[in-house]
């Protein structure tokens, strides 16, 4: 018994989330471009000031901003939180460093100034915290690429030298043609230092090739750098090289010597007296192959440099290692999570100490400051938006945690999808994880669909953190009533090198079982329905995605791969990094393996297919060649057993960089699956869209004729010859009266209530609390169905959707007045009768109409206020009516006279 009642009460209780999750707001396109993100953090010296990036999206320009803001960790603003101002706001500003005085912020932007017709590409900018606005410190003829603090009057930044003169000459011309990889045109990239008072420049290295990184060691002696010394990326044979300069004895030395060994992200200790580096580990280097990340640290006095023993088979993972007082913090890889760790350097090397706090289990991004224990990380889960937190840390133990600022308020009514990180047995008897998203109308024993959606990498890797934008949006699926799967195949990162380096020679032979035993997982689950699902990914996750419908052509009723491979032969030239790629991959070069580049190749089984596919490309991708995407659609369009669309953004590199492009392909994504998943609107609707714009009023026509109507033109629905208001789906737990109840029909339930010849149709007005609850439970007898009057909540969502122009004192003014014009009217309003006013029921624009699949309701924040239960359970009028209008600053709406009260009906779904 007890049994039972715990199974009822957490029915009732998923009934009660789900249905408050659809009480909120509805999930757009916009609302998952929109969000913003914090970069490029820095913790002042003093560890009481935090600069960060902004970075969002300008959809009038058509481009992602970002600019500067400052905390104030020891100051409160309005909010309760720490102080934060902003700093910059040209849109084009990044990477932001303090000077080891704290007194300066010296940054990059590529903005321009009045005077400005030289300098090209980012510069460095000034920023002085005790005032005044940042005024560039360079003005160069080339970009700089990358800088850093010498001390705190010095910087030394990375940059080229002047263009040679050819170059010149060609520009004047107007000569844009390149040499492909020629090493006469592979120009020096190098150190330079820089007084930021004088502006005086002086050159600290000769180097050949690029400087691909560098870091100056806290005592200003030592800077080490990392060299590209060939133009050729495509193989591994041309590594980075590793240098030390000694700045007082004029000294350069080579170090990590080694081939195959090129450490990076090297980060210095508070004292200098060494440096940590990592570098990627794998089976085979000379491809550059995937693996996992060790660690090491250098110590400069002995020239010398050892593996820190981490104890850990992954490596380390996406959250890095930051220097902090006493050793380093280390986020270790584990799969879909993180592994924090102290690690105290010790006389005889490191003890590793765990980290308790379970926040930093899932965080990617943490930053330690100089002082060596305020740290500042961001926390999320797959189901919770990020938090921007900042505390202490000391040897592994955090204190004083506290959020230093908030983005994306907007969200915090928004329903956020249900995740969690599930396990299943995949290819080879191996233990195989992914992120699982239920969808918001989720009920226990119920089926669902599915869209799969597949990580890029391959070895990249899904974690349990939040993750929505252009390529992933699980709101948008589980909007849809869809599960949504992120599998971590074989091949993925963060897992261990024998998981990640298990595709090597054998690429699609587990991943694809992997993904199809996930969802065999889900079915015998009984979550999913095995006849409505979906597949889709970016990059590997539309190569996986491809290969999906080729192996299981019957499958998926639809794919979506952007960017994904279907010729392992042309990609061997075409790709940037072809060669290592698929030398790793697929175990040498094609003319060695043909018929194995062929049997890997889906465009020789494209006969295959029947999945309705969506293929999106950029055109200047050179990671995955936009010919791929041309190969795969012709095959397709020729063969002609599946329905294709390719779609083509110009200027667009492997990711996409443009607002409106990011909004195209997630718009052409939901459109697709509507057609072919979800069976929501046909190709026939989708091509008359094209032409017939939804809020066209022809438009509207077409959908009002399922408007039910009885033969003499009285709105409603007839039962047993009684009037009844015509009820429609509102979303999976509500249906709502599309009219307010008209008078024909509550002449139904009263014989005796007037209704003057002609005005049938208006809304029933004059209603008192009394009458309401009374012509409703007369509904119930009538029907044998739970009608009930909306709650506030409810009728508030519904007013949210109110149309264009409703019926309200706006409407009879052309302006909306201000609470004294109001009134001052009183006295006109009074003088006139409902019914010269009132309107008949959808006679003014509905609202949805601007979403062709959501249902036309009319007369949501207009004509009569309609009754509503409030919280202590009694009734209250809301909304607007033909005599009052909702305050334009605080959106609030008057008493409604007792003559212009009326109501409408809604009807739970079971």
């Given at each position: 018994m007890l049994r039972r009642i715990g199974i009822g009460l957490a029915f009732l209780l998923l009934s009660v989330l789900a249905a408050h999750a659809q009480s909120k707001h509805t999930w757009t396109v916009e609302d998952i471009l929109r969000q913003e993100t914090l970069t490029d953090l820095e913790i002042a010296p003093d560890g009481r000031r935090i600069v960060w990036v902004r970075r969002r999206a300008n959809f009038d320009e058509d481009r992602f901003e970002t600019d500067l803001f400052l905390t104030y960790l020891d100051q409160k603003g309005t909010d309760g939180l720490p102080l934060t101002v902003q700093l910059t706001r040209s849109g084009n500003n990044h990477n932001p460093q303090w000077s080891p005085d704290g007194r300066y912020i010296a940054f990059l932007s590529s903005r321009k100034t009045d005077d400005d017709d030289k300098t090209q590409g980012s510069q460095l900018w000034l920023l002085d915290t005790?005032?005044?606005?940042?005024?560039?410190?360079?003005?160069?003829?080339?970009?700089?690429?990358?800088?850093?603090?010498?001390?705190?009057?010095?910087?030394?930044?990375?940059?080229?030298?002047?263009?040679?003169?050819?170059?010149?000459?060609?520009?004047?011309?107007?000569?844009?043609?390149?040499?492909?990889?020629?090493?006469?045109?592979?120009?020096?990239?190098?150190?330079?230092?820089m007084a930021i008072d004088s502006k005086k420049i002086e050159r600290l290295?000769?180097?050949?090739?690029?400087?691909?990184?560098?870091?100056?060691?806290?005592?200003?002696?030592?800077?080490?750098?990392?060299?590209?010394?060939?133009?050729?990326?495509?193989?591994?044979?041309?590594?980075?090289?590793?240098?030390?300069?000694?700045?007082?004895?004029?000294?350069?030395?080579?170090?990590?010597?080694?081939?195959?060994?090129?450490?990076?992200?090297?980060?210095?200790?508070?004292?200098?007296?060494?440096?940590?580096?990592?570098?990627?580990?794998?089976?085979?280097?000379?491809?550059?192959?995937?693996?996992?990340?060790?660690?090491?640290?250098?110590?400069?006095?002995?020239?010398?440099?050892?593996?820190?023993?981490?104890?850990?088979?992954?490596?380390?993972?996406?959250?890095?290692?930051?220097?902090?007082?006493?050793?380093?913090?280390?986020?270790?890889?584990?799969?879909?999570?993180?592994?924090?760790?102290?690690?105290?350097?010790?006389?005889?090397?490191?003890?590793?100490?765990?980290?308790?706090?379970?926040?930093?289990?899932?965080?990617?991004?943490?930053?330690?400051?100089?002082?060596?224990?305020?740290?500042?990380?961001?926390?999320?889960?797959?189901?919770?938006?990020?938090?921007?937190?900042?505390?202490?840390?000391?040897?592994?133990?955090?204190?004083?945690?506290?959020?230093?600022?908030?983005?994306?308020?907007?969200l915090k009514d928004y329903p956020i999808p249900r995740a969690e990180v599930i396990y299943w047995e995949g290819a080879e008897g191996d233990t195989v994880n992914g992120i699982l998203y239920y969808p918001f109308n989720y009920r226990p024993g119920r089926r669902h669909p599915l869209m799969v959606v597949i990580h890029g990498g391959p070895s990249g890797v899904d974690l349990d953190a939040w993750r929505a934008d252009w390529t992933v949006y699980p709101p948008l699926w589980a909007q849809r009533g869809a599960f949504v799967l992120r599998p971590n195949y074989h091949g993925s990162g963060h897992h261990g090198l024998e998981f990640v380096e298990s595709i090597k020679g054998r690429y699609y032979e587990l991943e694809l079982p992997d993904i199809i035993k996930g969802i065999e997982h889900l079915v015998a689950q009984g979550l999913v329905d095995p006849d409505s699902l979906g597949v889709m990914g970016w990059s590997n996750g539309a190569i996986l995605t491809i290969a999906l419908t080729v192996e299981y052509p019957e499958r998926f009723k639809v794919a979506m791969p952007g960017a994904g491979d279907v010729n392992w032969i042309s990609d061997y030239g075409n790709c940037a990094f072809g060669v290592s790629f698929d030398d790793s991959y697929f175990g040498g070069p094609p003319w060695e393996r043909l018929d194995h580049y062929i049997a890997k190749s889906p465009l020789f089984r494209l006969h295959r297919v029947v999945t309705p596919t969506l293929i999106h490309f950029g055109d200047q991708d050179t990671a995955v060649p936009t010919e791929q995407g041309w190969q795969h659609y012709r095959a397709l369009q020729q063969l002609g057993k599946a329905p294709v669309r390719f779609i083509l953004y110009p200027g667009e590199p492997h990711g996409f960089r443009r607002p409106s492009h990011q909004k195209r392909k997630m718009e052409e994504d939901l459109a697709w699956a509507d057609t072919y998943l979800f069976g929501r609107t046909s190709m026939a609707e989708r091509l008359r869209r094209r032409v017939l714009p939804e809020s066209a009023p022809l438009a509207l026509k077409l959908r009002a004729r399922r408007i039910a109507r009885t033969a003499d033109g009285r709105y409603g629905v007839e039962q047993n010859g009684v009037l009844l208001p015509e009820m429609v789906r509102l979303d999976d737990t509500l249906w709502v009266g599309r009219f307010e109840v008209t008078r024909a029909q509550f002449r139904a339930f009263k014989p005796d209530y007037p209704v003057p010849p002609g005005t049938e149709n208006y809304p029933a007005s004059g209603i008192t609390a009394d009458e309401a609850r009374a012509y409703v439970a007369w509904l119930r007898r009538q029907t044998g169905r739970p009608y009930r009057l909306p709650t506030v909540a409810e009728l508030e969502k519904l007013q949210r959707k109110a149309g264009a122009s409703e019926n309200t004192l706006a409407y009879w003014l052309g302006y909306t007045p201000n609470p004294d014009e109001r009134r001052q009217l009183e006295d006109v309003l009074a003088d006139f009768r409902p019914d010269e006013l009132l309107l008949p029921v959808g006679s003014r624009p509905p609202g949805n109409a601007k979403d062709p699949d959501a249902p036309l309701l009319y007369d949501l924040d207009g004509n009569v206020a309609e009754w509503a239960v409030g919280e202590d359970g009694r009734l209250q009028p809301s909304g607007a009516s033909a005599v009052t209008v909702r305050d334009p600053r605080t959106k609030e709406v008057p008493a409604p006279p007792p003559a212009f009260i009326g109501l409408r009906v809604v009807l739970p779904r079971h």
């Open positions: 005790f005032g005044g606005e940042p005024y560039r410190l360079t003005e160069l003829d080339v970009p700089v690429q990358d800088f850093a603090w010498f001390d705190s009057t010095r910087l030394v930044f990375a940059a080229r030298e002047t263009p040679t003169y050819d170059e010149q000459q060609r520009k004047k011309q107007k000569d844009d043609a390149q040499a492909v990889e020629d090493t006469t045109e592979f120009y020096p990239v190098r150190l330079f230092r290295t000769e180097n050949e090739g690029e400087i691909l990184e560098f870091a100056i060691d806290p005592t200003g002696r030592f800077i080490v750098y990392s060299i590209d010394p060939h133009p050729v990326d495509a193989d591994a044979r041309h590594q980075p090289r590793q240098y030390l300069l000694d700045l007082e004895r004029n000294e350069t030395v080579e170090i990590f010597a080694e081939r195959y060994f090129d450490p990076e992200r090297f980060v210095w200790t508070r004292d200098g007296s060494g440096f940590y580096a990592s570098d990627e580990f794998s089976s085979d280097p000379e491809n550059e192959g995937a693996g996992i990340t060790k660690l090491y640290y250098f110590d400069v006095a002995r020239r010398t440099y050892t593996e820190v023993p981490l104890g850990w088979d992954a490596g380390v993972g996406y959250g890095g290692y930051q220097v902090t007082e006493g050793g380093v913090h280390v986020q270790l890889a584990a799969g879909p999570r993180m592994e924090p760790r102290f690690y105290e350097k010790t006389a005889d090397g490191w003890r590793a100490h765990p980290v308790s706090d379970a926040r930093l289990r899932h965080s990617t991004s943490i930053r330690i400051g100089p002082d060596g224990h305020t740290i500042a990380f961001v926390y999320s889960r797959a189901d919770s938006l990020p938090q921007y937190l900042v505390g202490t840390y000391r040897r592994g133990r955090l204190t004083n945690v506290r959020p230093f600022v908030r983005l994306n308020t907007y």
